[in-house]
């Protein structure tokens, strides 16, 4: 209330504004700015705490699609063109499509007919947009007289290779190179189709029509096989002599090599190379030639191809030639004798296996085809089931084997004792219900498709073991063709061409390839390995994290075996025994040493340890003991001066042992070269390496622990130092009244009090050097290999990331495992810190209580 | 040793003042080791003439000094051999010899040797007795070094004009015809985007013949900017025949003799005829052009500025970056927080940035700021230079940000620190005077903790500074051709790809072909990052720890 004699008139404040006002407004203006201010400094702490989050949430969301499930999603049906196509009259009626393929955009497609008739189709409408017949398909045998031309009988599409090999209803086999070039007019792409036909050879005897076919073409070789519908199989090579001027010379041979079979040829694949044939036959086993010799083709081995004795060698004996069309391949063991107790030749694993479950397929002649030696007559033996499907995955040395019951397994070349290398089954996978028709290889990676009598399509990887999906088609597929980026799927069935769309963007991840031992190709065993990237699609990429991981403990635990005793035992001293004047100095020298960049620790340990190190590891080791040795002698010295009675000031300790220190160190570095002399034989490495097996590199674990332990010293020595300090002196004063020694009343009294402190110290000390990486790049060679030894390098996980990230194509398969990798070390660094921390707040509430 | 000594449990107490002591020297081992080796670079060592038993003679500064290993066990009196750089690599090929003591028959230093400090091919040892000008014999003997230090600053002088067109002009240049076509790609992505309504009326015409006036004037500024191109490249033609044409001769070990272009010459003395005090002007000369100079013969020689002005320019942005939002937190921690599940969050995030391993922060940054911020500043601002990328690759800002997050923790501890040791009395002082919180905060508390803010800033910048992982994925690179700051607009270009002190010795010391020739460069680098380091965080240690004393004294705020 304003005072009534204060009027209106006051001089000086009636120019103004009303003041009540323009306090209010004031005061209105100050308590934005209050609230603005609070909402402020909130924000700062969002943004701290949202940093955290959207690390975290960041790299679980690289990692995701890793884990995501395949998309498998229908992309349309295609009806087949009807009969009318057909534009010869003469040609048989459009029956059976033996092949089909697409192109990398999934736009066009071609079917190749029974009668030789090639359609292109719009894939997306299914429009006809072109046919065109075989031109060089086989002149009918009789000329005229109303004989039908020769229909295609066979043909097997390879996507991978670009090219159908085509058998003829004649027996001969030929093939022809398809394509599907892209150009632009202008923005808009044109996908076109061309076919190139091969010239065709009589392989099968005339007039036998061949019921599978296969046909490479390498630089210097073409090698074609067929098998026949009565169970004839024959090759033929064709080999460009190696000269070095002129034209090759090409020498061709050819086989018939249905007399090492036991059954009847039901599938077959030849290696991309052209280097190897398999065939699996209608009793079950899966035949293995190597096609490089020149002398002609070696049948390496014949394995059981299904069942669970899948991979068992089982002996055949070719009577006569290898290789001669009339030859007879004989069973080694006849039937009678499955049960012996006593087998002949033990080393013989076919023959030694007595009880053995497996009938082997017993021979007898053949009627349709007399050369057959051996087919399943006895009903008593019950043949395995029968290889129905084969296919080679990329890079050639995979291959995939469907059989009759369903089942479906990867089998690559394994070392077998006395016999190189032979196929075995590796990987199985998820089993069909019915026998399996088809298998579809993708040109990208190892995946892989399957299909069965009943119409089931399933999507596998090979290396992963992992089956992504299993759909109905509409029928049993006659052809199933993997799109070539992988990122679809052609079934053709029926009357119908069907299309999926397929999202399967890391198929080689699954948690056994990330963390489990995997059985790689070319390798006799499953085992972990790291090995990202190789020279092209062909490479399989070996992402296990296990050695990675194991990498990282180990430089770890060598880091601390160095810096734990080092870092407690001089925070114990520091805290007990040092006046505060000499702490105010040593804490802050050794917490300014923490700044040490990591970068010059690894400098030092690479460039400047490790070539001293390698020279002069003896001396290294008599370090070990002479220095800690010569603190006791010190004392042991300073005992018997002052009879026991005589304790030197607080700190003192540490000032007379530099010198001790400086003088054992300089003994073992004189006496490292008598000591290599005189017990290692004048060259450590060299011993090392007889007495324990160990090679050394010169960038090894021990350096690496030496110029680690340099980074986690000052952490554990800090956290350590306070959680000592702060045990209440009156504690301590209580012991020593008691009569304990100093030592006494730190062993009995300190020590159990800061014991959390310590321990929380040490998951600090972890934490730092899980995460180092600058100085395990530098110290080490960076090789994933997984020994314990002290003298090899690692790799780990951080380090990794730093060598491979910037080569990794983002969004990739190796982009995403390492930020699995980055996701592991941050989960476990936030697990350290997390539980280090509680660990103190604990310690600091018992603390208090006391 | 009886029982007593044992019981009395001195031993350990000893073994603990060990440990200790070995902690420190190890410790200051180092530190003295870097120092010393990096110190040691700039000194002029002296060159050392070797008579070896087989009568040869060999020219060259001793390196290093092993001992040979024995083999067979036969504890042999330890033979040693010596590390000589002989420097002449065009003629020797190598840089470094080794040569056994045993071999060693006579050991001198004349004081007519000279090291020869080249732009390529590293330092030429010899005695120099001709100077040659377009062939012809211009100085002898003595002469020779009176007239050549005239010849090398002319040189120099060239060279840094020859820089200047080779790099600013021709940069420029390249700059104005980049420019241009990235205009004309503009133009015609609109002619696209319009081409449906190209035969509409007339406004759309109007614009098309806009559009292409404008493309036409483009045009002319490249074929502008190429002929000033052309005339630029004569110019340097003249500028290089003015500068070749004179030739040292330099007697070399052993009689042969070596040719040296004048102008590759960036400096040349004789060790062994300086005077300390001669000595020590060298010394802080090569110590001023180790710091403001670029590097030459792929890192191994020459200066660091690039990498010097690049970690500090990363560290000013990260700073930048980093301050307000550590200093708010700390101050939501210390004056707002109260006790609550957002507090505890806020810690557990505090504690956990420090932990979280700093190559995690790197591929947050590839991946977060790179490829995903980045990206979409390019297809937003950028989309007629794509593919290419500008901020969707690595740089200095990306860089700088990533080290902000890592250093996030350092700084809002610091200040929570020192808003604590700012007295209660302060703050209920200012609320006594009726100020708001948001006065007594920004006008008392804050100022208050000036230091503690200091502290902060000043540990951070010295946990960046050596931090090189996270940058090994954010746009480090080995050389930079460019500065990410210079005269173009906008100045500062913080798309810029940057060369860094850490990165620097990684890879010199991992990846370069020579690393034998690089070790001396690489100590002295080591030693300017270690100094650095030690000496901020010895600030900010000092800093923080007057502060503690006075939260001490004063009791909590």
Known sequence: ?850 | MNRGFWRSGDPLVWTAAGALALCLIMLFGLVGLVAFRGLAYFWPAELVQLELADGSLVVGQVTGRERIPAPGGTGAAARGRIQLKVGNRDVYGLDFRWIEEDLITGWSAPPELAVVERLEQGDAYGVPVRLLQDGEVAAQGDEILERLPAMLAEAAALRRELRRLERDVVGDINRRIEAARLALVRLERQAGGGAASLQGVDPHQEAAARGQEAAARHREAIARAQAQYEQVLQEIAALRRQLSGRTLVLALAGGSELSVDVASIVRIYRPNAMSPGEKLGFYAAKLWEFLSSEPRESNTEGGIFPALFGTVLLVLIMTVAVVPIGVLAAVYLKEYARDGWFTRALWIAIRNLAGVPSIVFGIFGLGFFIYGVGGSIDRAFFPERLPAPTFGTGGILWASLTLALLTLPVVIVATEEGLAAVPRAAREASYALGATRFETVWKVVVPGAMPGILTGVILGIARATGEVAPLMMTGVVKLASELPVDGLFPFIHLERKFMHLGFFIYDLGFQSPNVEAARPMLFATAFTLLAVVLVLNGAGIGLRNRIRARIEKAGPG
């Open chain 1, 1 to 850: 209330m304003r005072a009534p004699w204060l009027g209106d008139s006051l001089p000086g404040v009636s120019t103004g504004p009303d003041p009540a006002r323009a306090l209010a407004k004031r005061r209105a203006r100050r308590l934005l700015l209050d609230r603005l201010g609070r909402g402020l400094a909130g924000l700062g702490a969002v943004i701290t705490v949202g940093a955290v989050a959207l690390i975290a949430g960041f790299l679980m969301k690289e990692i995701v699609p890793l884990l995501q499930p395949a998309r498998v999603e229908r992309a349309g049906v295609i009806s087949l063109p009807p009969g009318a196509l057909v534009q010869d009259g003469s040609l048989a009626a459009s029956g059976t499509v033996h092949a089909a393929g697409i192109d990398e955009f999934k736009e066009r497609l071609f079917l190749l007919r029974e009668d030789g008739v090639i359609q292109l189709l719009d894939a997306r409408t299914g429009q006809l947009l072109e046919q065109v017949a075989l031109a060089q398909r086989p002149e009918p045998v009789r000329e005229g007289s109303g004989a039908a031309a020769p229909s295609v009988t066979a043909a097997r599409y390879e996507p991978q290779r670009g090219t159908v090999a085509l058998g003829f209803s004649d027996g001969r086999v030929g093939a022809a190179r398809v394509a599907f070039p892209v150009a632009f007019e202008g923005q808009r792409r044109v996908v076109s189709f061309s076919i190139e036909e091969k010239e065709n050879v009589q392989l099968l005897p005339e007039g036998q029509a061949p019921a599978a076919v296969d046909w490479v073409e390498t630089r210097d070789r073409v090698v074609a096989v067929g098998a026949g519908a009565d169970g004839g199989l024959y090759l033929l090579v064709r080999q460009a002599g190696r000269s070095l001027f002129g034209p090759a010379e090409w020498t061709e041979r050819r086989y018939d090599l249905t007399g090492q079979l036991a059954g009847r040829p039901a599938a077959l694949a030849l290696s991309p190379d052209g280097n190897a044939l398999v065939v699996g036959d209608d009793v079950g086993l899966l035949y293995q030639w190597d096609l490089a010799p020149s002398a002609g083709p070696r049948l390496v081995a014949a394995v059981v191809a299904a069942g669970p004795e899948a991979g068992r060698l089982v002996d055949l004996v070719a009577a006569e030639r290898p290789a001669d069309p009339r030859s007879a391949a004989q069973l080694v063991n006849p039937p009678g004798r499955l049960g012996d107790p006593a087998p002949r030749d033990p080393d013989d694993r076919a023959r030694s296996l007595p009880g053995s479950r497996l009938a082997h397929p017993a021979h007898t002649d053949h009627s349709a085809h007399p050369a057959h030696a051996a087919h399943p007559a006895d009903p008593a033996l019950p043949a395995g089931p029968a290889v129905t499907a084969l296919r080679f995955l990329i890079g050639g040395r995979s291959v995939v084997v469907g059989d009759a019951a369903g089942g479906v397994a990867t089998w690559f070349a394994v070392p077998a004792e006395g016999r190189g290398q032979v196929l075995q089954p590796v990987h199985r996978h998820r089993s069909h219900n019915a026998p399996v028709t088809q298998i579809a290889a993708s040109q990208r990676n190892r995946t892989f498709a399957t299909a069965d009598a009943a119409g089931v399509l399933m999507m596998h990887h090979s290396t992963s073991e992992q089956t992504f999906f299993a759909l109905e088609a509409a029928g049993a597929p006659a052809e199933l063709v993997i799109a070539p980026k992988s990122d679809g799927l052609l079934a053709l069935s029926g009357e119908a061409v069907e299309l999926w769309r397929v999202h399967l963007p890391h198929p080689e991840i699954s948690l056994k390839t990330l963390f489990g031992r995997v059985h790689y190709e070319g390798y006799p065993e499953p085992q972990w390995m790291w090995q990202s990237t190789g020279g092209s699609n062909a490479f399989e990429p070996k992402f296990s994290l296990t050695p990675l991981i194991y990498g990282t403990l180990k430089g770890t635990v060598y880091a601390l075996i160095f810096a734990l005793p080092l870092g407690v035992l001089g925070a114990v001293y520091t805290s007990q025994f040092m006046t505060p004047r000499l702490q105010n100095v040593v804490k802050p020298a050794i917490e300014i040493m923490a700044g040490i960049p990591s970068v010059v620790l690894g400098f030092l340990g690479g460039l400047w340890l490790a070539p001293r190190v390698a020279q002069g590891f003896p001396a290294l080791v008599l370090m070990a003991v002479f220095v800690p040795g010569s603190f006791i002698i010190a004392a042991w010295t300073w005992h018997r001066l002052t009879g026991g009675k005589r304790q030197l000031p607080a700190g003192a300790e540490v000032l007379l042992l530099a010198p001790v220190i400086g003088l054992s160190a300089w003994a073992a570095l004189a006496l490292g070269p008598w000591l290599e002399a005189a017990v290692m034989r004048g060259d450590f490495r060299f011993w090392v390496f007889d007495v324990f097996g160990l090679p050394y590199d010169q960038r090894n674990s021990l350096i690496v622990g030496i110029a680690m332990g340099f980074a986690v010293i000052p952490v554990v020595f800090s956290i350590s130092e306070d959680a000592l300090s702060s045990v209440p002196r009156d504690q301590i004063a209580g012991a020593l009244a008691l009569g304990a020694t100093r030592w006494q009343t730190v062993r009995g009294v300190v020590i159990p009090a800061a014991m959390p402190g310590i321990l929380s110290s040490v998951m600090m000390g972890v934490g730092r050097a899980v995460g180092e990486t600058m100085i395990v790049l530098m110290a080490t060679g960076n090789t994933p290999v997984m020994d314990f030894s002290i003298f090899n390098g690692f790799r780990a996980l951080s380090a990794n990331i730093a060598v491979e990230m910037p080569e990794a194509p983002v969004g990739g398969t190796l982009y995403r495992v390492l930020f699995v990798a980055a996701l592991l070390l941050f989960a476990f660094t936030f697990l350290l810190n997390t539980l280090g921390e509680w660990i103190r707040a604990t310690m600091q509430r018992r603390v208090q209580r006391l």
